[in-house]
């Protein structure tokens, strides 16, 4: 049902989820044609907008699909014109806009394309990422085979499928403005739904990095959500999952599984796969005059089925629509087009719901982020009588071909299932050199470390600090401001500190409590580690801990080798930031006084591994130093040099800076940091009554003797063991991401010290504690207790607890309970 509204609005508000929940989308007409509802599973946001022209979802004319995409192209070329077009470089979102942005880029005609994935290709340098708030997948990277793509100075067209808050693209500008600076920016989406606040804020936006920042999309409008949408969303969750549906809504199967016929497509090698590394008006041109004879391969075995289905995969969603746009050229058949997705959407078998089938099957690619779900909607129930399953030659596995893969789960629902794989395009080795240079490479003489006592209240000989001294500079802002801030766009984390946390002398007491107790527990874990690197890394290693969390860790280290095996191991602390890498100049200075093979990065504990990720891409553009990092603590198993595997309280994450030498976290912000400068730091002299370094490093050091022999039968259990990483961590933040309905997977925050993190720096929204947790979690329930923030059992949680940062904070935010965080 629509209605029109006094100012020419169409409210469209007939749909399943709309009549049931109370949802209303508000805008032009072509809103209603464009977006459908479905329901989140365990929804904390009840409602999901679905694209009907995307491909991704909703099975569609692959020239519609094209076509959206195509005419938004013609709409940039027009805006920029051809001169200016020739310089520009298209840019499309993993996964869901890569066929999207291809679209984009074909409209506009002269441009290259390229879209950002999450598949690291060996031998490909990372040329850029950054992370996308709304998604439950991993980070964005960006592997052109000639770097200089991105590096010119005509303009970026961005493409993504929607564009609500804004907060990804804007993000994203943000962090390519800062490697490649450009004077325009072009925003290409199917559908602008943002709020008013937020349109504001593209020109705020614009005017803050100095450039033309434009917008074009097909249809605008925004989504109304009545106050109890969140009770009523939870409801039908619960309602339909009580009912035990099959995951595809219906039951028709064919009666006997269909055949499924390899095609070997002959795919041309001068063009790639897609636009993972790069794809130009050439490769454009060779691969259409290709199309004729990979369509006519297809057609015999498709023979004289009537309604086709051609699946593409993830993001490989180009090619497939290439192919299916030729098959329908070709054909009287009616021919569909979509690809199956990582996202996991509620399936409800009504006429007015988006998302009436889902099917279920392993990921078949051998995914970096690890082994999970995949879905492919609205398949099953479809009434193909063929389907085309184009997958790359990456994704060709045994685990495709399995009893509950992909073809399986298709042959149950059509006669004649296809296998067509495109050859995955990897650039030769050596093509694609070094990325460009964050900034400039330049060999002034750097400053030599600062050290205490005029940095930092540990010795002058246990750490020397590759930073700036910032004390003198007020970087301080309340917690609240600073998140609303970096949720919303406006701020990096980095670019400010928060107020310190002043501990009661409750708190006090069980910090020391918790020392006392896990004193020798640590000491084994430091001697694990710090032997594990003598053995495997380097007999001198030159230890450079990640600041600050790293840097307790550090000096505990150097204190072992210099205890048991009376080795004076230097040690440095370096500043490492998400998203923005780690300080170039300290590794400039590390490589100018050390052997950059002997350099050992420590940090305190893994989390889901997102700091280990950084350091490995940051690391792609400094030959000789390793990027394995050895930490004390690895409960998201993503290191292989580690002190143990647990997830317990290491006391030093129970405060700030009274517990890691008076320094604060570090400081990267463009007036304060220059080019040829560390980043930033303060030192907190003020605080030095309340300082306890020195005395958790005391304690623990005290422990060494009695943990000896425990720490060489560990050690030599370890050296012998497989030790690989297995990213369950990161697969369970991305799990918790979902079920939460967070959609970043930077606001989920796994393990003991970085739920503390959370209560003492961020915006907490809820703490989740396994049942059962012990001892190790009473400084958690004493700061959540402190700040009113809830703690949820959960009995099957992999780590000890998890804290979840307020999603979405800002005044017009939604909490749990459906209304705003700074409603009145």
Known sequence: ??????????VWSGTWVAQRLGVELVGDEEISGLL??????????????????????????????????????????????????????????AETATGLGHSVADGLGLAPYLHSTRRPVDGVARAGGFEE????????????????????????????????????VLNTIRALHERYPREHYVIVALVDMRSPDDRDR???????????????????????LPDDVLAKGQALVARHESLGEAPTARTERCAEPGSVTRVDLDWPESVPDGGRHGFTPEHRAALDAALPAMAARLAAPLGDARRILVLGFEELMYAPLALAREIEKGTQAQVRYSTTTRSPVLAVDDPGYAIRTRLVFPAHDDPADGPGERYAYNVAGGDFDAIVAVVDSIADTPQLHAPDGLLACLAEHAPRVLLAVVPSYVPERGASVKAVPERPLVSPTLPEPLRGPAFSSYAPDEVGWLLQDLSDVDLEAPTEEREEAIQGGGAHYAESLPVEYQPS???QALFQSALEVSAARIAQAVGVVTETVLAERSPRPVLVSLARAGTPVGVLMRRWAQARRGLDLPHYAVSIVRGRGIDANALRWLAAHHDPAD???????????????????????????????????????????????????????????????????????ADLVGPNDFHGGKFYRELAEADVSTHFLDTIEARFDEVADAVDAQVKEMLSADRAPTWEGWAAVERISEEYEIHDVNLVKPGVGETTRVLLRRVPWKILARTGAGADLDHVRLLAEQRGVPVEEVAELPYTCVGLIHPKYTRGATGADGKAVGAK
């Open 202 to 224: 593209l020109a705020d936006f614009a005017c803050e990095i100095g450039a033309r920042v434009d917008l074009v999309a097909s249809a605008s409008g925004t989504v109304k």
């Open 505 to 507: 002398a409750e708190y």
């Open 36 to 93: 459908g509802l479905a329901l989140r599973r365990n929804p904390k946001r009840a409602h999901l907008l679905v694209s009907n022209v995307l491909g991704k979802h909703v099975p569609q004319s692959p020239d519609v699909v094209w076509r959206a995409g195509y005419d938004l192209g013609l709409r940039v070329r027009e805006l920029l014109g051809d001169d200016a077009a020739r310089r520009a470089v298209v840019l499309g979102y």
């Open 1 to 10: 049902m629509m209605k029109a509204t006094k100012r020419g609005e169409v």
């Open 599 to 669: 350099v050992v990065f420590v940090d305190g504990w893994t989390g889901k591994g997102a700091i280990t990720r950084e350091l490995a891409e940051a690391l792609e553009g400094f030959p000789g130093f390793d990027p394995e990092i050895a930490v004390l603590a690895d409960p998201g198993s993503c290191v292989r040099t580690y002190g143990t595997r647990e997830d317990f309280l290491i006391p030093s994450a129970c405060l700030n800076s009274t517990v890691s030498g008076l320094i604060s976290r570090t400081v990267l912000r």
């Open 133 to 168: 708030s709304h998604s439950h997948a991993t980070s964005h990277l960006l592997l052109p085979e000639d770097p200089r793509l991105l590096s010119g100075d005509g303009a970026l067209v961005l493409v993504d499928d929607e564009f609500s808050t804004g907060n990804t």
